[in-house]
């Protein structure tokens, strides 16, 4: 494994799996540009380490034992993707659908660009947002 396939793997370990949050500057270079994650409200920003580390805060509060496996990781250039799958309990509300305790599920790829320091500066993202939301809202169902 690669250098940068080894820092985005604990990247994911660390930060999203775990949700350490001061380790963020670690990964991070000082500017992080989500260029493209449909149905990710911060879709189309740039963040300065503080901002990502409120979006980290505020996608995991929902789901405090997500984890994401990794199933394929390659790299290209300054880029390494990874295609992944999610596996959450539903902890608190999300999406307006009030807190389940039921698990979700979810798969999708990502390509997380590096500078040349190592850093992480941005990601290209699509994940089946639309299965989440399906299955919040049965869940929700099954709740009534």
Known sequence: MSTRQTLLTDFIERVWNRGESAAVPEYLAPLYTIHHDPGDPWEGRSLDQAG????????????????FNIL???????SV??????????REAA??????GRQIAMSGASIYDFDEADRLTG????????GVFQQLQANAA???
């Open 95 to 100: 999406a307006g659908f009030p807190a389940s």
């Open 52 to 67: 990502f580390i409120e979006r980290l805060e505020s996608s995991r509060a929902p789901f405090p034992d997500q984890r």
């Open 81 to 90: 993707i990874i295609a992944w799958t999610w596996l959450a309990t539903h």
């Open 123 to 130: 990601h290209w993202q699509v994940a089946d947002r639309l």
């Open 72 to 78: 394929h990781i390659s790299e290209s250039g300054n």
């Open 142 to 144: 099954a709740n009534r």
